[in-house]
């Protein structure tokens, strides 16, 4: 069964300290995966797709990276601001469906 | 440009009810897909529809039900509503229904069931 894990369930950084979230899958046949930024009550807010392992994609303070097992989101120099669940998906198979996971709350304390 | 749209905002019914929540697709999108969220979770998702035939389904009851309208706004429907139906429903719109392709969520309606 296609499974996407996402660790830690929860991470506070202060202002300035760079940290990685981390995305693990097990799908047959990867089509793409997609990093999402969650505000509270509010719906999630698309930020980078990746199609293959190796590729990265950059976007202000955060950057993405793809491997065969897992993908990772580098926050460099984080602000209060960035503070927000970051959901993970992925697009596998014939599906057309994202599968999520649990996604990581991001705490970033000034 | 106007992003996804879904009405309403906020829902409170009572078990046993039935329930319609409506988006709207990003102007040009041609395909919308319903995702349920409960707190703590990420989106699970209940139905994909493109050029208004349905294209997938996820594991819901039959209590779901969705369509999508000639303009490409859609609605869903939810039957005999239970406790657990409370969650945020969300829209999701994509140019395409085809390969891979981004999907731009709507800002959700809040559906709680007493």
């Known amino acids: 069964e296609d499974q996407v894990t996402q660790s830690p369930e929860a991470l506070r950084l202060q202002e300035g300290e760079s940290s990685s979230l981390n995305c693990s899958y097990t799908?047959?046949?990867?089509?793409?995966l997609f990093w999402y930024r969650q505000d509270p009550g509010k719906g999630p807010e698309f930020l980078f797709t990746?199609?293959?392992a190796g590729e990265e994609k950059e976007k202000e303070r955060l950057k993405a990276t793809l491997t065969k097992k897992e993908s990772f989101l580098h926050i460099t120099a984080p602000k209060p601001e960035d503070s927000a669940t970051y959901l993970c998906a992925v697009q596998a198979g014939s599906s057309y469906k994202l599968i999520f996971g649990s996604g990581t709350r991001l705490l970033v304390r000034p | 440009d106007a992003g996804v749209t879904q009405s309403p905002t906020h829902l409170i019914k009572t078990r046993g009810q039935h329930v319609t929540l409506r988006c709207s697709p990003i102007s040009g999108h041609k395909s919308v897909s319903w995702y349920q969220q409960v707190l703590g979770q990420g989106p699970q998702f209940i139905f994909q529809?493109?050029?208004?035939?349905?294209?997938g389904r996820g594991n819901f009851p039959d209590r779901f039900s969705a369509r999508q309208f000639p303009n490409y706004s859609s609605e869903l429907n939810v039957n005999a509503l239970l406790l657990g139906d409370s969650a945020l429903y969300l829209c999701?719109?994509?140019?395409?229904?085809?390969?891979?392709?981004?999907?731009?969520f709507g800002p959700g309606t809040r559906l709680t069931v007493t």
């Open positions: 990746l199609y293959s």
């Open positions: 799908v047959s046949g990867l089509r793409g």
């Open positions: 999701a719109s994509s140019f395409t229904g085809t390969g891979t392709y981004e999907q731009y």
């Open positions: 529809y493109y050029e208004k035939e349905e294209r």
